[in-house]
């Protein structure tokens, strides 16, 4: 195939996939302007395989200024894989990881701790999140660890958080799917939780650089809501759900097909991450966060007089 021949079939599958599931419809329409109009020129009459799409990608991103959408290229043709295969590996890959549920732990001083690697769907992870919090339902403050938390699905966010409100009437986010009829889902809290709620009390989000995605999004919503003090690193900044799209046996477009909107600010993390509440490098966050958690407590009036006084010794030794 030539090099022509083969940047007109790319530069039309492209246009396709931006035009029907591209999450900004004015970007997509200036991309695909731009990059017919530079087949038509003869711009790509020259370059083929990993230089045409480095030229495409860069094309991509002069109109839409987005670094998840890009061409990949891979030298040799990609098997594709069926989608119960995919499934599968991903289900082995939560049970590995326990659901993301790393570590539970009571801290000295009554302070939950639980520490996140991943968040699942809820029908996948419902029982091993509602088990976690069982073990840390009467503890006086919470921290909950999201520094290696990579992913997570929506549903599995909505109902890992809803253990820390009171009720199912807390709008927490929106994703806004790709192309031009996309649709609108909202996420609230959930009515019911299978186990005690965590609704008053305070809770701690520790982050950093590597926190990602599903991670982002549960400590972004509970911040805008001012639900938890989220302390560490600003986090990795990826917002938007993508895909990847085969365009032949060795080339792949990486697509971001929904965003999250939050109902507080109007907007999300992506490319800026999660501010931290409390900056501090992530090596140093649980220890931060657990000497604020164990202040918290011992001023707290509701907290039994002999907790206060454990919480305000625990204090005197951190600082001596």
Not at 18 to 40: D, M
Request: proline fraction near 6%; charged fraction near 20%.
């Amino acid at each position: 195939m030539n090099a022509s021949l083969e940047a007109s079939t790319l530069v039309e599958a492209i246009a396709e996939k931006l035009t029907t599931c591209y999450i900004f419809p004015e970007r997509a329409a200036r991309a695909v302007t731009l990059l017919r109009a530079n087949l038509a020129a003869g711009v790509y009459e020259t370059v083929g395989g990993s230089d045409l799409c480095n030229r495409l990608s860069a094309d991509l991103f002069e109109t839409c200024a987005d670094k998840h959408l890009r061409l990949i290229w891979h030298e040799s043709a990609q098997a594709s894989q069926d989608e119960e295969h995919l499934v599968a590996a991903i289900r082995e890959r939560f049970r590995l990881e326990n659901n993301g549920i790393r570590r539970v732990e009571q801290l000295p001083g009554n302070i939950g701790l639980i520490e996140i690697t991943i968040i699942p769907d809820a029908a996948t992870a419902a029982a091993t999140i509602a088990a976690a919090m069982q073990l840390v339902q009467h503890t006086d403050a919470l921290i909950l660890d999201l520094r290696g938390a990579l992913g997570g699905a929506p549903d599995g966010v909505t109902f890992f958080e809803s253990f820390l409100f009171p009720d199912g009437e807390v709008h927490l986010s929106d994703i806004i799917e790709g192309g031009p009829q996309g649709a609108t889902r909202q996420f609230w809290t959930a009515s019911s939780v299978p186990g005690p709620r965590y609704a008053d009390r305070p809770v701690y989000l520790l982050t950093s650089a590597k926190t990602f995605s599903g991670g982002e999004a549960f400590a972004y919503d509970l911040q805008a809501l001012g639900r938890a003090t989220v302390v560490g690193e600003v986090t990795r900044g990826g917002a938007h759900p993508s895909e990847i799209f085969s365009l032949g046996e060795h080339v792949e477009l990486r697509l971001p097909v929904a965003r999250p909107v939050n109902p507080v600010t109007g907007s999300n993390w992506e490319m800026d991450g999660v501010q931290p509440d409390v900056p501090i490098p992530a090596v140093n966050a649980l220890r931060v966060a657990y000497h604020a958690a164990l202040g918290t407590v011992a001023v707290n009036p509701d907290v039994p007089e002999t907790s206060r006084a454990e919480a305000s010794r625990l204090l005197e030794e951190s600082e001596s």
